[in-house]
Structures are given as C-alpha cells and as structure tokens.
C-alpha cells in the first residue's frame, strides 16, 4: 500500500515541507534523525534545515532527551479545525452510533485524500476483531470497500487520476491487482449501489459500503459495515446494505445542509424577495 501523495510540481518549499511532516507521521512513533535521512530524498543538510523551522513553528516537537521527532502540538489543533470543519465526522456521528448499535458489526466512515482512504470515524464491533483501519489512517481505495465505493462515484476526470495513482499491491489472493480489474468492479458497483470488500484487504475481513452523495450526486465519502468471516458471510452481512444506503442518504442530506449554509440561505432570502 502506499501512503505517498504524488508531487505537485511547483509545490516549491512548502510541498518539501509538507513531504517531511508526512515522513515522520508515517513512522507512527518518535524517529530519530538518522532514521528520516535514511529514507529522505533530501540532503543532511536540507532535512536537517526543514525539521528546525518545522519544530520552530510548532508543527513537529523535538524530545532533546531521546533525540526524537514527533509531530506537534499545533499539528493537532490544526487536525481538530480540519476534523469538525473539513470532515463528515460531526454530522455522521449520530448516524454511526445508531447503526453500529442496530448491526453490533465494526462500521467506517471515510472520505477519499489524495486518491487513497483516510478514515476519518469508526465504531468498533460488539465483538470487536483486529483489523487495519483507525480513525485518522490512511489505506489503499483499489482494494477496501469504501475506497471502491468512493471511486465509482467520482466524475471522469477524477477518476482517471484516481485510478492511475493506486498501486495495485498484492495483499492478499482476492486483491484486485490491475486496473482493469479495478474498473469492472467500478462499473458492477455502480450498477448494484454499493462496493464489497471480500478478503481483499485482509484475510478474514470482509464488508459492504455505500457512497455518501449529494442530491446532486457528487460524491462526499463512503460508510461500510465490516464483518470477520470467523462469523459470517456476506450473504449474511448484505442484508444490511438496505440500511447502509439510507444512513449514507441521510449523511449525505445532513452534510449538504451544514457544508453550505450560506447556498441555503441565499437561496431562502432570493425567494422571500421574490414573493
């Protein structure tokens, strides 16, 4: 799986700056510097440069005891204005909780980032199973249901770009491993409403997942239930996509409300005026 984003060229400082930061979030724990030289396209010099104004600025902290990088303290309020206003999550909330307590299976609410999935919420089973996905992780889209399901509602320029940027990684032996694999799967998906993910990311772990639109169908992020085949099958766990849709159309509605507040009430003054 990667979890690099592709360079944009003319990204200038910034964009290397950005590359660092996702370098030593990538580790998932406080890295020394020899570690991020190690596996930086960077010179000593410039990384070295980079991580000073980046801990200066607050976005990365340096344990000078342990002589370690983590991301800061300012990364975090940044991730809490991104969360509340960026992010499906608030709206979702009470949608998640609703239907992670009716099914007691694990369910995830994702959006797409840089053409891969970022999970942004996840209720966990009532008997939860070990699985990859948290909240906040980055995972491939060719091979997990929602990362499909988001995909297949992406208009054509976008998902040529999607599509052209998955890796097609191997993870287990029901992963779709070419686009033209991952493009039939797109077209079933839209012909039937929802994506499944049969083993295809993990052994053991399979779900079902629904696109999040708007009612003008643009596509804002996909939710899933996500079950072990320890204890069932997916004809089984397909009898929940009746439900799934209907959270996923209620997200949708609420998120179209609370995203553009100011459409709405444009549009409410316009028709008062013109009575």
């Known amino acids: ?5 592709t360079p944009v060229a003319g990204d200038g400082t910034i964009g290397k700056a950005c590359d660092v930061l996702d370098q030593v ?8 510097f020899a570690e991020l030289l190690e596996s930086s396209d960077f010179p000593k010099a410039t990384l070295y440069r980079f991580l000073q104004t980046l801990t200066n600025q ?5 344990d000078p005891d342990r002589q370690t990088y983590t991301p800061g303290l300012r990364l975090v309020r940044l991730a809490h204005a991104a969360w509340t206003q960026s992010s499906l999550a608030p709206i979702a909330r009470p949608f998640l909780d609703a ?7 694990t369910v995830h609410l994702a959006q797409l ?14 008997q939860p199973v070990e699985m990859y996905s948290q909240a906040g ?9 929602v990362g499909k ?32 694999a991952l493009r039939a799967d797109l077209d079933l998906i839209r012909s039937r409403g929802y994506a499944i993910d049969d083993e295809e990311h993990e052994p053991g772990i399979i779900c079902i997942a629904c696109p999040i639109l708007t009612s003008g169908g643009r596509m804002l992020g996909a939710i899933s239930v996500t079950g072990s085949t320890e204890r069932m099958n997916f004809q089984q766990l397909e009898t929940w996509v009746p439900r799934v ?23 409410d003054k316009d028709r008062i005026q013109a009575t």
Not at 113 to 126: E, G, I, P
């Open 149 to 180: 399901a988001m995909m297949a509602y992406l208009d054509e320029t976008a998902l040529d770009r999607a599509v052209s940027q998955q890796s097609y990684h191997k993870f287990t032996d029901k992963t779709l491993t070419s686009e033209a």
């Open 1 to 5: 799986m990667g979890g690099e984003q």
């Open 137 to 145: 992780k980055v995972g491939p889209a060719y091979c997990t249901g």
């Open 113 to 126: 980032d840089a053409s891969q999935v970022l999970y942004v919420d996840k209720r966990n089973a009532a």
């Open 99 to 105: 239907l992670s307590a009716e099914t007691g299976e």
């Open 25 to 32: 979030a990538a580790f998932a724990r406080p890295v020394r």
């Open 245 to 267: 849709r209907r959270v996923a159309d209620q997200i949708g509605t609420e998120a179209q409300t609370w995203r553009f507040p100011e459409t709405r009430l444009n549009a």
């Open 58 to 62: 607050g976005m990365l902290s340096y």
